[in-house]
């Protein structure tokens, strides 16, 4: 079993920055993607970012692209995900994501790609 542990996340003004990090345990070494997805009140969970654990690929979706950052932590087992010129529609619950399976690169936005799930961390963005 993975479990994964998701920290960074509070309160910033519109334009401030967050980083978030997750840390996986367990069988972590068997997971060979981590995403980020985040879920608003009253809204669908979304994809926000992943990455590729062997060639450390990265994807994102267009609403984050040039803003959020996903990358490798200090930890073989730790990904971050930076958040720049964050903006009040980036309020929401992150939640960090892991698979055991090799997901090909159209695949990586889907939620039902990944078996393993963090609790969440609050993300809010308000002046």
């Known amino acids: 079993q993975v479990q994964l542990t998701e920290s960074g996340g509070g309160q910033v003004q519109p334009g401030g920055s967050l980083r978030l990090s997750c840390v996986a345990s367990?069988?972590?070494?068997?997971?060979?993607?981590m995403a980020w997805f985040r879920q608003a009140p009253g809204k669908e969970r979304e994809f926000v970012a992943a990455?590729?654990?062997?060639?450390?690929?990265?994807y994102a979706a267009d609403s984050v692209k040039g803003r959020f950052t996903v990358s490798r932590g200090n930890g073989k087992n730790t990904r971050i995900l930076q958040m720049n010129n964050l903006r009040p529609e980036d309020t929401a619950i992150y939640y960090c994501?892991?698979?055991?399976?090799?997901?090909?690169?159209?695949?990586?936005?889907?939620?039902?790609?990944?078996?393993?799930w963090g609790q969440g961390t609050q993300v809010t963005v308000s002046s």
């Open positions: 367990g069988r972590a070494d068997s997971t060979l993607a």
């Open positions: 990455i590729r654990r062997t060639d450390v690929t990265t």
């Open positions: 994501a892991a698979t055991s399976g090799s997901p090909i690169s159209s695949t990586f936005r889907y939620a039902s790609t990944y078996e393993h």
